[in-house]
């Protein structure tokens, strides 16, 4: 069994910055392609980030170069460093490991 776990969410005024991170507990566990999605206050799921075993990465087309997904293999850690925070980027956002073991979600609120 694998625990995904998020942390780093809260609030934050239009314009300004977030990171989160993901913890996965398991030692040894595999390179997978790790996964950043977000969810809309009608519950609507959106994929926001991802960045595969080479370090090759994906964004949401309404990223627009906002955010940065990284990760650290030794520490079992990969982030989401999030700029320039609109007020549609508010929701739950939660990570994934190879779409197979999911966190349970943080919460981003960005408003004024």
């Known amino acids: 069994h694998v625990r995904i776990e998020e942390s780093g969410g809260g609030s934050v005024q239009p314009g300004g910055s977030l990171r989160l991170a993901c913890f996965y507990s398991?030692?040894?566990?595999?390179?997978?392609?790790l996964s950043w999605h977000r969810q809309g206050p009608e519950n609507q799921r959106e994929f926001v980030a991802r960045?595969?075993?080479?370090?090759?990465?994906k964004y949401g087309d309404f990223v627009q170069g906002r955010f940065i997904i990284s990760r650290d293999n030794d520490k079992n850690m990969f982030y989401l460093q999030m700029n320039n925070l609109k007020p549609e980027d508010t929701g739950l956002y939660v990570c994934?490991?190879?779409?197979?073991?999911w966190g349970r979600g943080i919460q981003v609120t960005v408003s004024s």
């Open positions: 994934d490991a190879a779409g197979l073991y």
């Open positions: 398991r030692d040894n566990f595999p390179i997978v392609p």
């Open positions: 960045i595969g075993e080479t370090y090759k990465t």
